[in-house]
């Protein structure tokens, strides 16, 4: 197993450096004759690491073209990856690259290590787990960085509070936040942000606050924002709207901790069933039961 996976390894690497070799020449002879001249300084290093990758990027993105889709499936997928954090345009395209290389390395991992076996339905399966491999990493990805959003929102809320107490207004409070919190809760404050940007660059406050809600598809996001634009509308204390709301979220929180420690219960009846009785009827009932097999062997002898 091991000379197989050694074997996969270097034919894999010898297939890159071709590739990179066939479709890459001028970029790499101008790179050696840069660093020849230049010398083998970290500057120099580092910029070749990052030019190979860009390369090796370039590549995987002209897997893009093989894959079918429609300007609809596009944009759904533009909006997945919005969600995880990836707004780059490049982002598409190394996604619907991925879902082409993915199945190609793991038909190489099939053909390499033996599993086949001249069966075909094993190389189905390797590509067909490849192609969707991509889709549930992205699905993974949303709901990692939702948990993330969800459980910053009320330190976020109090931070808002406090600035707008200060006497910020709600713009200003925003983008203080954002500011001060960056490190601690990345996700949310980085969403903040691009609301900032949306007001600068003249979008309404309750338009910039939709998309904040339409980009992170989190409920408690979505109810933050009707009841930011409920006050907006009817004139209400901003600071006490925001209180109140982050007041009702540690609640919530609570309650979802009570909850789950509630079906703790009803979820260790499953182990106790199958793992911890068989022990304990083993070794509660194993002595009575080799005894009465030698009693009933003594008894018929």
Same mark, same amino acid.
């Given at each position: 197993?091991?000379?197989a996976i050694l074997a996969f390894v270097s034919v894999f690497l010898l297939i890159a450096s071709a590739g990179l070799i066939l479709f890459y020449r001028q970029t790499a002879i101008k790179r050696i004759a840069a660093i020849v001249t230049q010398g083998q =300084?970290?500057?120099?290093?580092? /910029? ?32 997945? #990856?919005?969600? &995880? ?12 690259? /991925?879902?082409? &290389? ?12 033996? #599993? ?15 192609? #969707? ?10 709901? *990692?960085?939702?948990?993330a959003i969800r459980l910053a929102l009320p330190d976020i809320l109090d931070m808002l509070v406090i600035c707008v107490e200060a006497g910020l207004g709600l713009d200003q409070a925003t983008a203080r936040t954002a500011q001060e919190l960056g490190a601690a ?18 979008? /309404?406050? /309750?338009? !910039?606050?939709?998309?904040? !809600? ?14 930011? *634009? ?6 209400? =204390? ?22 789950? !420690? ?6 260790? *009846? ?32």
């Amino acid at each position: 197993m091991t000379v197989a996976i050694l074997a996969f390894v270097s034919v894999f690497l010898l297939i890159a450096s071709a590739g990179l070799i066939l479709f890459y020449r001028q970029t790499a002879i101008k790179r050696i004759a840069a660093i020849v001249t230049q010398g083998q =300084s970290h500057a120099t290093l580092g /910029s070749t690491l990052r030019s190979t990758g860009a390369s090796i990027g370039s590549m995987v993105k002209q897997f893009e073209r093989v894959v079918p889709k429609s300007q609809a499936e596009a944009s759904v997928t533009q909006q997945r #990856l919005i969600r &995880a954090g990836y707004r780059k345009d490049s982002a598409i395209s190394f996604f619907y690259g /991925s879902k082409v &290389a993915v199945p190609l390395v793991l038909c190489l991992v099939v053909f390499f290590s033996g #599993l086949a076996h001249s069966n075909l339905f094993a190389y189905v399966v390797a590509a067909g787990l490849g192609y #969707l491999a991509p889709d549930f990493w992205l699905s993974r990805r949303i709901k *990692i960085r939702q948990v993330a959003i969800r459980l910053a929102l009320p330190d976020i809320l109090d931070m808002l509070v406090i600035c707008v107490e200060a006497g910020l207004g709600l713009d200003q409070a925003t983008a203080r936040t954002a500011q001060e919190l960056g490190a601690a809760h990345p996700a949310l404050c980085e969403e903040f942000g691009i609301v900032v940007l949306e007001q600068n660059a003249g979008r /309404s406050r /309750s338009e !910039a606050w939709k998309h904040l !809600a339409e980009r992170t598809d989190v409920d408690n996001v979505r109810s933050l924002v009707s009841t930011l *634009i409920q006050a907006e509308q009817y004139g209400t =204390s901003v600071s006490k709207t925001l209180r109140t709301h982050s007041d009702t979220l540690r609640t919530q929180r609570i309650q979802q901790v009570e909850e789950q !420690a509630a079906k703790t219960t009803v979820k260790l *009846i499953f182990p106790l069933v199958f793992f911890i009785f068989p022990c304990l009827f083993l070794v509660t009932l194993g002595p009575a039961v080799i005894t009465m097999a030698d009693s009933f062997k003594n008894f018929f002898h």
